[in-house]
Nanobody
């Protein structure tokens, strides 16, 4: 299984970015799949996840109303549309798939991408 993230970059506060996670060897609509982020010295936190082929998104409170997760099952790709970005959104963003245990938003995942950096300043 390989997850490849792209779309990160630097943006000013209030700006937008779209992250993509292309999966190979894993069917995107077969379970939970989503985005997590981490900054140095802090624990990784959930941002947004989706299950049920994209029909059931879940969001962290900190991004509700600003971020949208979507899924293209034909392309085995999950997207994270980030609007109204704030400096606190600065982090390395990781794509995850293959829930091992727990809930989609807070559980443990088997597969992780290499991460893509998002900087808001």
């Amino acid at each position: 299984v390989q997850l490849v993230e792209s779309g990160g970059g630097s943006v000013q506060p209030g700006g937008s970015l779209r992250l993509s996670c292309a999966s190979s060897g894993y069917t995107a609509n077969s379970g939970c799949m989503g985005w997590f982020r981490q900054t140095p010295g802090k624990e990784r936190e959930a941002v947004a996840v989706v299950y049920g082929g994209g029909g059931f998104p879940l969001y962290a409170d900190s991004v509700k109303g600003r971020f949208t997760i979507s899924q293209d099952n034909a392309k085995n790709t999950v997207y994270l549309h980030m609007n109204s970005l704030i400096p606190e959104d600065t982090a390395m963003y990781y794509c995850a798939a293959g829930l091992v245990r727990g809930s989609c938003l807070r559980g443990e995942y088997m597969h992780w991408g290499q991460g893509t950096q998002v900087t808001v300043s």
